[in-house]
């Protein structure tokens, strides 16, 4: 176990060291060095350097994280066909919506290093404050699931405490990101892409040719029924709100040489995961369809836990583990470093306006990457080990965070990306936020009766002590694949589209009467008034 760790990450670390001279050869053609403004920009941004195969790379090595291992699989299971297409077709919206919307956000805001930046210059402060502290959110709790993974993984693999996994990982991949910054980061995706998916052809192919399962068993798995359907617009939805504002995603809009890169590399990256994702769902549902006949009865009792029956197989070899884990460590750190990365972005562009010694910014980014990462370390770690006998701890739970992290950036959609145009007000973006949010609450409130009903809403109903039965579909009682989700989360943009346009327009119509009132004589202006 030790052993594959460590030579993946010092493979990584060695891949990250490649950036450094690659970065000095790109700046010494901008006849600018690594101690100017430009130099340390680049450092955060890696700006307009990349072509579309690292585009798309690194757009593939972002997204193929830990969650590739459960929720493909527990979407088919759970959904049938229905549901797995929803999730192939739900995890490309985010990246192709961004790469139709970069070029207007590149030349509004040309110094930009993520949308954040952009939402200060169009939105003001406090819209500022309010959309980066749901990001950081946001990205903080993907960081810590992902660690938390690695922490899993571990022990299944190798039998070792989860820190042994979860710490060098997280410890190296904060390393080579304060050497080589977003560079160092896009140029380990490289690597980490490829790895990724050749292990996951390899794997699932060969686990298809090992199945044996009955027609009767495949048809019930692989169902069309209205509870895939319901899963596959919520999963639009949820799924969308998320990936339309993952940061590291949003960094690679300014790493791209120019738009026409920017836009194959978008779309060729999306296509590369959506693929990933079918495969896994069809893998699922191949493992589930053969559990169904086994003669000691099904086995697979948490769909999340489908991929992982591979393991229980007759012909896995010790190869084949050694595949595992090594697809788990490259798509741990390809999301770990690229979260650490674009959590760190959040805040260089407001450095950089400082005026500091290059030295200085850089360091004041790396000391404010070691303050992001400890608690997400710490939190993994207490994630890993709270188990309990209601299977209510965080070990089970920290993934029902993302459903709160997917109904917050929901919310925030139509109002910032309004912005783009220039009918928009900061008030009215402001008001369509957070209109959202009280329709959340006014949910919750409405459906179970209570206040607490409504702030417990926010959480998708995962945390609290309102515990939703299962719907007679079979659907959970929280979280984004429950019923009320296939109806809350499309409704969400509708809202909080219709509240910033009015609060806009009657914002516009009252400037327009004061400016119309101001051109008055005063004798006029008095009658009317």
């Not at 399962?213 to 798995?221: A, F, G, H, L, S």
């Not at 009918?423 to 008001?431: D, E, P, R």
Request: aromatic share 14%.
């Amino acid at each position: 176990g030790w052993g594959i760790l460590l030579g993946c990450l010092a493979t990584f670390t060695l891949m990250a060291g490649l950036a450094i001279p690659i970065m000095m050869r790109e700046l010494g053609k901008r006849g600018v060095t690594a101690s100017s403004a430009e130099g340390t920009d680049f450092w955060y941004s890696a700006r307009n350097s990349q072509g579309w195969p690292s585009i798309a790379f690194s757009i593939c090595a972002t997204s193929a994280g830990g969650w590739l291992l459960y929720t493909p699989a527990e979407a088919a299971v759970l959904g049938g066909w229905w549901a797995l297409i929803g999730y192939c077709i739900a995890i490309m919206l985010g990246p192709l919506v961004m790469c139709y919307l970069a070029p207007k956000f590149r030349e509004q805001v040309p110094d930009s290093a993520n949308v954040t930046d952009w939402v200060l210059v169009r939105y003001g402060p406090v819209a500022h404050i309010y959309v980066t502290l749901i990001l950081v959110y946001y990205m903080f709790i993907y960081l810590v699931g992902q660690l938390k993974t690695m922490g899993d993984m571990t022990v299944k693999f190798t039998g070792m405490a989860p820190e042994a996994g979860l710490i060098p990982l997280a410890v190296v991949t904060v390393f080579y990101t304060m050497i080589g910054g977003l560079p160092a980061s896009i140029v380990t995706d490289w690597i980490q892409a490829c790895c990724i998916t050749v292990i996951v052809f390899g794997i699932c192919i060969a686990t298809w040719g090992w199945v044996d399962y009955t027609p009767e068993n495949w048809e019930q798995v692989s169902a069309w029924n209205d509870r895939g359907f319901e899963m596959l617009v919520s999963l639009c939805f949820a799924v969308f709100g998320a990936e339309v504002f993952n940061l590291a995603f949003w960094q690679r809009i300014y790493a791209a040489r120019d738009v026409t890169q920017l836009r194959i590399g978008f779309v060729v990256g999306a296509l590369m995961v959506s693929l990933l994702t079918f495969i896994f769902g069809i893998t699922g549902m191949a493992l589930k369809a053969q559990d169904l006949g086994k003669d000691c009865g099904p086995t697979i009792f948490v769909a999340a836990f489908t991929f992982f029956d591979i393991l229980e197989m007759p012909q896995t070899t010790k190869f084949i583990r050694v595949l595992m884990y090594m697809l788990v460590v490259c798509m741990i750190a390809s999301n770990a470093d690229s979260f650490q990365t674009a959590i760190t972005s959040t805040i260089s562009r407001a450095l950089q306006k400082q005026n500091w010694a290059a030295w200085k910014n850089v360091a004041a980014a790396q000391f404010f990457l070691i303050v992001i990462n400890v608690p997400a370390i710490a939190f993994a770690v207490y994630s890993v080990y709270d188990v309990n006998e209601n299977f209510d701890g965080l070990a089970v739970k920290l993934t029902d965070l993302f459903s709160m992290a997917d109904i917050l950036t929901i919310t925030l959609v139509v109002p910032l990306f309004s912005g783009l145009w220039p009918f928009v007000t900061s008030k009215g973006a402001l008001a369509g936020m957070w209109s959202g949010i009280l329709f959340i609450m006014a949910w919750g409130w409405f459906e179970f009766d209570t206040f607490m009903g409504g702030m417990e809403m926010i959480t998708m109903m995962c945390f609290g002590n309102i515990k939703p039965p299962p719907s007679e579909n079979g659907a959970p009682g929280c979280g984004f694949y429950s019923a009320r989700a296939a109806i809350m989360f499309p409704v969400l943009p509708l809202v909080t589209g219709c509240v910033t346009y009015l609060v806009s327009y009657m914002e516009r119509s009252w400037t327009t009467m004061q400016e119309i009132a101001a051109k008055l004589p005063p004798t006029m202006a008095a009658c009317e008034m």
